[in-house]
């Protein structure tokens, strides 16, 4: 029983890690709550649904097409959006607001081309997966606990290696310096949205290949990333994937000894008591108090 | 006749739940998006009282305040110690719990069935039945807690939360007990939510979870913002025009599944358009701009 819900935490996981990694990466660079990365994670596998609906092909060919439309939306809301209310100097709530906005419009959008119903980009059937140790896991969540450990190593890589990596962290931690340094924080915010929306869509493809989809579900996930984040430490993707674990595992640990209907409540519990009491996260340094 | 009735009752509620909100958000500068949880407590513990005790509505109304503003306190505590956006978080995380435990505390709320055959009100013999009596209540309701909280917001309490909301180390500076203030500020908006909550569980006689989600309240902040925070009258004209506009889709022929998501896609755009072009919303004096961009 023991293992099952261990290997049940890391694959719910390594989806929340998935989704928390790329909105880490936009909420670090761009700094306010990017509530629309729920939607763009949710149009990745409807995207993928309709191509195969118009061309017969394997759903591995179709996953680029898929990625790249939720990818081009999420750049697309930072470009003609987000990025001319910054120049507005708007503060972070209005950035919120209005994301909570784009999220509505592109979550009611989806549930009026493809209904609220389940629907599925599953094309085969459900297979009793493998024994591990005792524990069950199917192939697709065997591959959702890889491409997790490759984007998390990746991102690492990325930003200790790369001359974009660094400018990200300069932009993250002073943008005001990092302008005058002569770093163009448009084009690194940029950037970040394009990653951070093409692991959400590869995280929204992963979540409707285990469980199928429904257009309503990004909000939900889009919240255990954010949970994800805050309890690991938003400033280090380190932290970020030991919150994801922890979280996931703490869900599982839920559903066997309270049950499944009270998971969300679980998750928000979590998030509260760390916000109160530890709202640097696990590995954070405490600072000083912000002034206001 | 009776279906433009149903349309000036639902925006006398709306009116409730703005007004109240607004003292919270566009007053004193707190985003939350947690008044559907107030909106809801309130509901389902007049319904309950009204169910199980057969408890005048008076006293129903009474004890739904009285909670919910302990609901109220639980919710504005870790606002002392939780800032601007972490606090909108974590109101949406309490959004999400109250929703849950309306949704999973079966032996009680009956669950996602919700609470059918509510009684309607009784006000010392007065049997309020009809859509025009309902108006006459809710309409006394929606203007008492619009004077009221113009009386809040005009008077030197109300200079303090405005102090509050443009700059908290100076409010503090000057002597202010802002924790006090914040922590009423939410007992006060939450009381006011919980009227208009007994008010929608007597009116419909029917109430379910699915009246009290995280959308629910996305759509009370957007009325305040697209109104326009820190005015009252900005709170009345939202909740008309946020009403109103979905239901005059009815009349141009859509079905209406397809209306509800029409709908949403109308405020959804508005609220992005208002953050472009006018962040005051149409009446507000106050844009949320606290957090530095840099």
């Not at chain 1, 990818?71 to 930072?78: D, H, M, N, V």
């Not at chain 1, 200790?160 to 302008?179: E, W």
């Amino acid at each position: 029983m023991i293992q099952q819900i261990i290997v049940n935490g890391a694959i719910s996981g390594s989806v929340i890690l998935l989704i928390a990694i790329g909105f880490g990466i936009i909420f670090r660079s761009a700094r306010f709550f990017h509530f629309a990365h729920g939607a763009v994670l949710v149009v990745a596998p409807y995207a993928a649904f309709q191509t195969m609906k118009w061309v017969a092909l394997p759903l591995v060919l179709v996953l680029p097409v898929a990625i790249m439309t939720a990818t081009a939306l999420g750049t697309g809301i930072e470009v003609f959006v987000y990025r001319p209310l910054r120049h507005r100097k708007a503060g972070s709530p209005i950035l919120l607001i209005a994301s909570l906005g784009i999220y509505i419009v592109i979550q009611n959008v989806v549930s009026l081309c493809f209904g609220d119903d389940t629907k599925s980009i599953r094309t085969r059937i459900v297979s009793p997966g493998y024994d591990l140790y005792g524990a069950r896991i199917t192939g697709i969540q065997f591959i959702t606990i890889c491409v997790a450990i490759i984007i998390t190593v990746g991102i690492l890589i990325l930003m200790k290696q790369t001359k974009l990596g660094i400018a990200f962290r300069a932009v993250a931690n002073d943008p005001k310096l990092a302008r005058t340094a002569g770093i163009e924080t448009d084009s690194v915010i940029l950037w970040s949205f394009v990653l951070g929306s093409a692991f959400a869509s590869v995280g929204g493809v992963l979540m409707a290949m285990d469980t199928d989809m429904t257009p309503t579900m990004g909000m939900r996930a889009l919240m255990m990333g954010v949970v994800a984040v805050i309890i690991g430490d938003v400033n280090s993707f380190i932290g970020i994937a030991l919150g994801s674990v922890f979280l996931g595992m703490a869900l599982h640990l839920g559903v066997w000894k309270i049950g499944t209907q009270w998971q969300d409540s679980i998750a928000f519990l979590i998030l509260l008591i760390f916000l109160l009491f530890r709202p640097q996260g696990f590995l954070g340094k405490k600072i000083k108090k912000a002034t206001v | 006749m009776e279906y433009l009735l149903h349309i000036f009752v639902l925006i006398g509620i709306y009116v409730i739940l703005s007004v109240s909100l607004n003292l919270i958000a566009g007053y004193t500068g707190i985003l939350s998006i947690a008044h559907a949880a107030f909106y809801g407590v309130g509901a389902y513990v007049a319904a309950l009282m009204a169910l199980k005790l057969q408890t005048p509505f008076l006293s129903n109304v009474f004890c739904a305040i009285i909670l919910t503003g302990i609901f109220g306190v639980i919710v504005g505590v870790p606002s002392l110690r939780i800032r601007d956006d972490y606090f909108v978080i974590a109101t949406f995380a309490f959004q999400v719990i109250t929703f849950s435990v309306l949704n999973n505390w079966v032996s009680i709320t009956s669950g996602p069935m919700g609470l059918p055959a509510i009684p309607q009100p009784e006000i010392f013999g007065w049997k309020v039945s009809s859509h025009w009596e309902f108006l006459a209540l809710v309409g006394v309701f929606a203007v008492l807690a619009f004077l009221v909280t113009r009386r809040i917001v005009e008077s030197p309490f109300g200079r303090v939360l405005k102090a509050i909301r443009e700059d908290e180390v100076f409010a503090l500076a000057a002597g202010k007990n802002v924790a006090a203030y914040k922590v009423l500020v939410f007992v006060i908006g939450a009381a006011m939510a919980a009227v208009a909550g007994s008010l929608y569980a007597t009116y419909i006689t029917y109430i379910d979870p699915t009246s009290f989600t995280v959308m629910e309240s996305i759509f009370i902040i957007s009325i305040v913002i697209i109104g326009g925070a820190g005015n009252l009258w900005g709170s009345v004209l939202g909740a008309v025009v946020l009403v109103v506009l979905p239901e005059a889709l009815r009349f141009i022929g859509l079905p209406n599944s397809v209306a509800a998501n029409v709908r949403q896609i109308i405020y959804g755009a508005l609220l992005v358009a208002f953050m472009m072009w006018r962040p005051q919303g149409f009446l507000g004096e106050y844009t949320f701009r606290k957090g530095d961009q840099g």
